[in-house]
C-alpha cells in the first residue's frame, strides 16, 4: 500500500486547513485509515482513524475540532481541521492498517499554527 498525503501548510490560530490521503496499490487489504501527528519532542500521536464501515475515533484533544471523512471510489481519507490551535502544530503523518495488522505510513505533511 502506497499512501500519498497533500495539504497542510501555515494558518493563523483559529483557522482550517484540510490534509488529504490517497491510497495506491494493494487497497483491498486496508481495515482503516487515518491520521497521526508528532510535535517535536514529543511521540507520534493518532488524530483520528476512520474504518471501511465508517466508524471514526478521535483523539480527546481533537473531537469537535476535527473531522475525517473518506471517499471510497477514490480511496481516499480526508482530515478536515477547524478551530486550529498552535499545539496541533506537528508533522501530519497519514497511516492506513491492513486486516494482517500491519501498519503503512505516507510521508509526513507539515500543519503550523501560528500567528
Known amino acids: 500500500v502506497q499512501l500519498q498525503a497533500s495539504g497542510g501548510g501555515l494558518v493563523q490560530p483559529g483557522g482550517s486547513l484540510r490534509v488529504s490521503c490517497a491510497a495506491s496499490g494493494s487497497i483491498f487489504t486496508i481495515n482503516a485509515m487515518g491520521w497521526y501527528r508528532q510535535a517535536p519532542g514529543k511521540q507520534r500521536e493518532l488524530v483520528a482513524t476512520?474504518?471501511?464501515?465508517?466508524?471514526?475515533v478521535y483523539a480527546d484533544s481533537v473531537k469537535g475540532r476535527f473531522t475525517i471523512s473518506r471517499d471510497s471510489a477514490k480511496n481516499t481519507v480526508y482530515l478536515q481541521m477547524n478551530s486550529l490551535k498552535p499545539e496541533d502544530t506537528a508533522v501530519y503523518y497519514c497511516?492506513?492498517?491492513?486486516?494482517?495488522?500491519?501498519?503503512?505510513w505516507g510521508k509526513g505533511t507539515q500543519v503550523t499554527v501560528s500567528s
Open positions: 476512520i474504518t471501511n464501515g465508517g466508524t471514526a
Open positions: 497511516n492506513a492498517l491492513e486486516y494482517s495488522g500491519m501498519n503503512d
